[in-house]
């Protein structure tokens, strides 16, 4: 009798990926920022492009400081307190944003909290009272949890040797909105008042119809257009990583991560990269408008100018952490970021000594340029501390930078004893010192900023990934 011998499956069709190539999980190794191609690049302009929108609308209060404060009768103490609720309402949508995203996905996670937020946005314009305005500025503020979303949605998509600069390019692009919305704020303003003859102190209430309107177009747009992962949504295509936490639970996830000592750190590096940012876009224009005796557009054109940067200085921290990681492996991506973060303290020092309206310019570009590098060189880090809890990690992080905007905010720009100017120059002084930890950080199979590996990559990288 003749032997009957089974054929082998045939292989799996290949991927309909637009993109290539890819790496074994099927995530791009190329960044190719100008093309819509699914499901990577569309994932980044839709990631990018909703916290940008968030950004937008988060930082649509303070170019108008100067006319609410006249309209609400705010002290500088109520916009103090206010800013210090903008930031604390986002440390802990950041918080519950990461184990969100481990669990149900970005795109949904993103999609429904900017849903959530945009009512909220539109009701800055029924606002009578200080006490009201602190409110509104606490609940808008959840909305920057999408920067977690954000981070994780790009780590789940790009290959390790891109990840840097994806997270770079999608979350400085975001936070251009910080810096668009300092320009379009105050026009939109202008144009009601001139060509509408509207007064001034319900112009700038008619205005939030159009953050809030943004906020829910782009939302739509991830919920429509987005796909969680290369191989499709969370409920339809899940690597071995994502079906592994599927049977984790919330707090078995959360654990993992909160032990990790070196989220820790990069939470507090971040909260003096990043925070400072948060800080410094609240307090610009009116540090302009107050010191140099600027008018309200000119000030917030100016302001304009600090967030903009993150065209092209976010996603330059990206692409040195790519570079120095594949020259000199974990050790040059730490020490690319306590550098760029230690020289953004010293020119943010400066920046509070400087006199000249022109100075304070030109240093406040170069300071932009070295803080706004830092946060993308941190999250150059964050996709190797856990793959397991990334969404832990990353929110751990992302709540750093908001958690270090208000206690900076509460200790220096809130009724302190300080002036502004020299608020900003111990705020640099802040930087330096809390960039220092980062010298703590180590990986046994990549070793840290002091000293090298103490095992083989190769074989323990696997093990130690399922462990964290």
Same mark, same amino acid.
């Given at each position: 009798?003749?032997?009957?011998?089974?054929?082998?499956?045939?292989?799996?069709?290949?991927?309909?990926?637009?993109?290539?190539?890819?790496?074994?999980?099927?995530?791009?190794?190329?960044?190719?920022?100008?093309?819509?191609?699914?499901?990577?690049? +569309?994932?980044?302009?839709?990631?990018?492009?909703?916290?940008?929108?968030?950004?937008?609308?988060?930082?649509?209060?303070?170019? +108008? =400081?100067?006319?609410?404060?006249?309209?609400?009768?705010?002290?500088?103490?109520? %916009?103090?307190?206010?800013?210090?609720?903008?930031?604390? $309402?986002?440390?802990?949508?950041? =918080?519950?944003?990461?184990?969100?995203?481990?669990?149900?996905?970005?795109?949904?996670?993103?999609?429904?909290?900017? +849903?959530?937020?945009?009512?909220?946005?539109?009701?800055?314009?029924?606002?009578?009272?200080?006490?009201?305005? %602190?409110?509104?500025?606490? =609940?808008?503020?959840?909305?920057?949890?999408?920067?977690?979303?954000?981070?994780?949605?790009?780590?789940?998509?790009?290959?390790?040797?891109?990840?840097?600069?994806?997270?770079?390019?999608?979350?400085?692009?975001?936070?251009?909105?910080?810096?668009?919305?300092?320009?379009?704020?105050?026009?939109?303003?202008?144009?009601?008042?001139?060509?509408?003859? %509207?007064?001034?102190?319900?112009?700038?209430?008619?205005?939030? %119809?159009?953050?809030?309107?943004?906020?829910?177009?782009?939302?739509?747009?991830?919920?429509?257009?987005?796909?969680?992962?290369?191989?499709?949504?969370?409920?339809?295509?899940?690597?071995?990583?994502?079906?592994?936490?599927?049977?984790?639970? +919330?707090?078995?996830?959360?654990?993992?991560?909160?032990?990790?000592?070196?989220?820790?750190?990069?939470?507090?590096?971040?909260?003096?990269?990043?925070?400072?940012?948060?800080?410094?876009?609240?307090?610009?224009?009116?540090?302009?408008?107050?010191?140099?005796?600027?008018?309200?557009?000119?000030?917030?054109?100016?302001?304009?100018?600090?967030?903009?940067?993150?065209?092209?200085?976010?996603?330059?921290?990206?692409?040195?952490?790519?570079?120095?990681?594949?020259?000199?492996?974990?050790?040059?991506?730490?020490?690319?970021?306590?550098?760029?973060?230690?020289?953004? $303290?010293?020119?943010?020092?400066?920046?509070?000594?400087?006199?000249?309206?022109?100075?304070?310019?030109?240093?406040?570009?170069?300071?932009?340029?070295?803080?706004?590098?830092?946060?993308?060189?941190?999250?150059?880090?964050?996709?190797?501390?856990?793959?397991?809890? =990334?969404?832990?990690?990353?929110?751990?992080?992302?709540?750093? $930078?908001?958690?270090?905007?208000?206690?900076?905010?509460?200790?220096?720009?809130?009724?302190?004893?300080?002036?502004?100017?020299?608020?900003?120059?111990?705020?640099?002084?802040?930087?330096?010192?809390?960039?220092?930890?980062?010298?703590?950080?180590?990986?046994?199979?990549?070793?840290?900023?002091?000293?090298?590996?103490?095992?083989?990559?190769?074989?323990?990288?696997?093990?130690?990934?399922?462990?964290?």
């Amino acid at each position: 009798m003749e032997s009957q011998t089974t054929k082998p499956p045939p292989p799996p069709p290949p991927l309909p990926f637009s993109l290539l190539p890819v790496d074994e999980n099927q995530k791009a190794t190329e960044f190719r920022v100008f093309s819509i191609s699914k499901p990577h690049m +569309l994932a980044f302009h839709l990631a990018w492009l909703s916290l940008f929108s968030c950004f937008f609308s988060t930082f649509s209060i303070p170019p +108008l =400081l100067p006319i609410i404060r006249d309209d609400l009768k705010l002290t500088d103490a109520d %916009i103090g307190h206010a800013g210090i609720a903008s930031f604390v $309402g986002s440390i802990f949508s950041r =918080l519950a944003m990461g184990p969100a995203c481990d669990l149900f996905g970005p795109r949904i996670a993103s999609a429904t909290l900017s +849903l959530l937020t945009a009512p909220i946005i539109l009701a800055t314009s029924i606002v009578s009272s200080p006490q009201s305005f %602190i409110l509104i500025r606490f =609940l808008i503020g959840f909305s920057l949890a999408n920067f977690v979303a954000n981070q994780f949605w790009m780590s789940s998509m790009f290959s390790t040797n891109v990840v840097g600069l994806a997270n770079g390019v999608a979350a400085g692009w975001a936070n251009m909105g910080a810096g668009v919305t300092q320009l379009v704020m105050p026009f939109l303003y202008n144009i009601l008042i001139k060509y509408f003859n %509207i007064v001034p102190f319900t112009a700038w209430r008619v205005i939030f %119809i159009v953050p809030a309107t943004f906020q829910v177009i782009t939302a739509i747009m991830v919920l429509v257009y987005g796909q969680d992962l290369p191989t499709g949504n969370y409920k339809k295509g899940r690597t071995q990583y994502t079906k592994q936490t599927q049977k984790d639970n +919330l707090l078995g996830i959360l654990f993992r991560g909160l032990r990790n000592y070196r989220g820790w750190i990069l939470a507090l590096t971040y909260g003096y990269c990043f925070g400072v940012e948060l800080t410094t876009d609240n307090v610009i224009a009116q540090y302009f408008y107050d010191r140099f005796h600027v008018d309200l557009q000119l000030a917030g054109t100016i302001a304009a100018g600090f967030g903009m940067a993150n065209l092209f200085s976010r996603p330059i921290g990206g692409v040195i952490s790519d570079k120095m990681g594949k020259r000199f492996g974990m050790r040059g991506r730490l020490w690319g970021l306590w550098v760029v973060q230690t020289v953004a $303290g010293l020119l943010c020092v400066l920046l509070g000594r400087i006199n000249s309206l022109w100075g304070s310019i030109v240093v406040m570009c170069g300071f932009s340029v070295f803080v706004q590098a830092a946060s993308g060189l941190t999250f150059g880090v964050v996709p190797f501390v856990s793959q397991r809890s =990334l969404g832990v990690i990353a929110g751990m992080t992302g709540s750093g $930078g908001t958690l270090g905007a208000v206690v900076t905010q509460l200790l220096l720009f809130s009724g302190s004893k300080f002036s502004k100017q020299t608020s900003i120059s111990l705020m640099g002084t802040m930087m330096i010192v809390c960039t220092l930890p980062i010298t703590l950080i180590y990986f046994p199979q990549w070793g840290g900023m002091l000293c090298g590996p103490s095992f083989d990559p190769e074989k323990a990288n696997e093990d130690y990934h399922l462990l964290e």
